[in-house]
């Protein structure tokens, strides 16, 4: 009897042993074949970070009203890894057109519509200095030629819509239409480092009624599930690795535990509700009769109503990020300003006699440099251009040089924040409370590292709140828009088959 046992127990454990061995053999095979694409990332500047807010802040403006015959074998989800720009934008790489043509474009959940720049776009320096769709050199192009425009804050994105194969990751889609990109407005679009745009959203807000890339891949069916979710790094160590975009499913290295569902309440965005907001576990008052919120990849913070942030900005002890430039400006400079314009220089020289702004000789070239300069001393330069004006009124007045910095510092507290940007002591971060935002009763918890972000500005470290003031008007608004600051801290599944999304703990 006991060898019976025996022989029992042992076949049980070989049948056990040959069904673990054909579970890892499927897992694997599973994991064979994704198109996985390395991507670098670059380091946190608070530059790069104000190019990047401004320019998915232009995306946003217009939309919130704000100034292979596939088989079941053959189907496996598709991984794109994504760029990290800065913490603030992740983009990754597609090709249109055959042979592809490669761009990189930020996959944003926040918009429907695919642009790229266009080889007839001659006039917009952007263009100059990002890659251009040229329809000559692709034998799968078909002309469309209907006019297209997105409006900005700065302008109108116009240019022509296009149809051609597009190719995301292993998975090629027949036939999107697209728009070529013959004007981009301002400078905006200068000095980004992606080359357009690829919405994610749902079709009723697609711009022309253009039938969405996403709607596409699953009416060709080349995903096993109508899912897609995103896996954003925000580990500042793991510099090669911005993250993934899986198509077609969900990676479980991606997260842990389980996702906690709630459906979409409006189509258009991913729109979900939201409940209170907590400042270390207790109660604001905020959102507590429920919220609307758009998960958005395209946004690179936490956006809600202004009044609302501010009174979150308080809590975390949070101050303008133009009043600390501001008195930044005055500590370092304040004196040598005033000697200069007693020295009578001329005003519009004192600020780049002083080192703060760029002098460039004048043409295109110094449009560019100027620009590139932009994106790392406009701040200090145009407060110090402000500093000069009130000294020089001061000076009128026979002020005192004491007289006239004290009350230069008194200004520099008037000072609101621009795009509701603020910054916190850096050193006082462990101190700060953690806030959460409460979703089908289940409170997700960011702690003050995961909402602060610190950045370098100038050679040394600067702390910015991840909260930014957004007052979208009815009828889209009031809302808060869960941005890239959420979405790292919380895997995130965007289940279009059933009209929700997900979120899970990321695994890092």
């Known amino acids: 009897m006991a060898v019976s046992l025996r022989l029992v127990g042992a076949a049980f454990l070989l049948v056990l042993g040959i069904i673990c061995s054909i579970l890892v053999v499927d897992v694997s095979s599973a994991q064979e074949g994704l198109g996985r694409i390395p991507l670098k990332k670059r380091a946190l500047t608070k530059e790069r970070l104000k190019a990047s807010r401004t320019a998915a802040g ?13 088989c079941l074998g053959s189907l496996k989800e598709d991984y794109l890894p994504l760029k990290n720009y800065l913490d603030a934008q992740y983009f990754g790489e597609i090709g249109i057109g055959t042979p592809p043509q490669t761009f990189d474009v930020i996959f944003d959940t926040g918009s429907s519509n695919l642009w790229v720049p266009s080889s007839k776009c001659f006039l917009s320096l952007a263009c100059w200095f990002h890659h251009k769709y ?15 425009a997105i409006q900005y804050g700065t302008g109108s994105m116009s240019g022509f819509l296009s149809q051609d194969d597009v190719t995301v990751g292993d998975i090629t889609v027949k036939g999107q239409v697209f728009a070529e990109a013959t004007i981009e407005p301002g400078l905006t679009f200068l000095a980004a480092k992606f080359d357009g745009i690829l919405g994610l959203g749902f079709k009723e807000i697609s711009q022309d009624k253009v039938t969405p890339l996403w709607y596409n891949i699953v009416d060709q069916k080349l995903v096993p599930e109508p899912v897609f979710s995103f896996w954003l790094n925000r580990d500042a160590s793991d510099e090669g690795n911005g993250g993934e975009l899986v198509l077609g499913g969900v990676d479980p290295k991606h997260f842990k535990g389980e996702h906690l569902y709630t459906p ?22 905020f959102c507590a009769g429920r919220c609307a919120a758009i998960v958005d990849s395209g946004t690179s913070l936490l956006a809600g109503p202004s009044g609302i942030v501010a009174e979150i900005n308080l809590a975390i002890g949070a101050t303008g990020v133009l009043s600390e430039q501001c008195k930044l400006v005055v500590a370092q400079y304040g004196d040598l300003i005033v000697e200069l314009l007693l020295a009578q220089v001329t005003p519009d020289k004192v600020c780049s006699q002083v080192g703060v702004c760029k002098v460039n ?37 026979n002020q005192t040089k004491s007289q ?50 610190e950045v370098s500005a100038g050679g040394q470290s600067q702390c910015i709140s991840g909260f930014l003031g957004l007052d979208v008007p009815p009828p889209a608004g009031p809302l808060w828009i869960l941005g890239d600051v959420f979405m790292g801290v919380y895997h995130t599944v965007f289940d279009f088959g059933n009209k929700r999304v997900g979120f899970a703990e990321a695994a890092h």
Request: hydrophobic fraction near 35%.
């Open 58 to 70: 232009f995306l946003r403006s217009n939309q919130l009203g704000v100034p292979f015959p596939p």
């Open 134 to 148: 040229k329809s000559s050199k692709s034998s799968t192009y078909h002309a469309n030629g209907t006019s297209f």
């Open 264 to 285: 979409v309440t409006k189509e258009g965005y991913w729109q979900i509700e939201m409940g209170d907001f907590l400042i270390n576990g207790r109660s604001t008052g």
């Open 361 to 397: 000789s004048p043409g295109i070239a110094s449009v560019l440099d100027r620009e590139r300069a932009d994106a790392g001393d406009d701040v200090l330069c145009s407060v110090c251009e402000m500093a000069v004006v009130w000294v020089q009124n001061q000076l009128r007045q």
């Open 404 to 453: 006239i910095v004290s009350y230069l510092n008194q200004l520099c507290e008037r000072i609101p924040s621009p795009n509701g940007e603020s910054v916190v002591d850096c050193n006082a971060i462990s101190q700060l409370p953690n806030v959460g935002f409460t979703i089908e009763g289940q409170t997700f918890v960011l702690t003050p590292e995961q909402y602060i972000l």
